[in-house]
Nanobody, 125 residues
Framework: QLQLVESGGGLVQPGGSLRLSCAAS????????IGWFRQAPGKEREGVSCISSSGDRTNYADSVKGRFTISRDNAKNTVYLQMNSLKPEDTAVYYC??????????????????WGQGTQVTVSS
């Protein structure tokens, strides 16, 4: 049902910025809370941020708080992740998927397995 395509990754120097996009294909994003996740080589996928369906609630992992901003434009059927002050440890493949901000965490769907190709973010000098 969910068809999400990530884009916007690339190679950037430490301290640089990137803006990732998560675009819905074939359905409206209006009723879905969406989160960003990332997976670095040799590590498990971790939650980065999430945003409610209306955009009124957001959560961030401690490691990115103050540097990353999640937003959405339902008219464009897209969720964004603005990443500033990037660090080498931010290097990972970034994915988006269903995830709702609940209290201080992002609640995922345990059975969700429709992860796409993601978009590669590499922070290196």
């Amino acid at each position: 049902q969910l068809q999400l395509v990530e884009s916007g990754g690339g190679l950037v120097q430490p301290g640089g910025s990137l803006r990732l996009s998560c675009a819905a294909s074939g359905f409206s994003l209006d009723y879905y809370a969406i989160g960003w996740f990332r997976q670095a080589p040799g590590k498990e996928r971790e939650g980065v941020s999430c945003i409610s369906s209306s955009g009124d609630r957001t959560n961030y992992a401690d490691s990115v708080k103050g540097r990353f901003t999640i937003s959405r434009d339902n008219a464009k059927n897209t969720v964004y992740l603005q990443m500033n002050s990037l660090k080498p440890e931010d290097t990972a493949v970034y994915y988006c998927g269903p995830a709702a901000p609940v209290q201080t965490t992002c609640m995922t769907i345990p059975s969700f397995g429709s992860w796409g190709q993601g978009t590669q973010v590499t922070v290196s000098s």
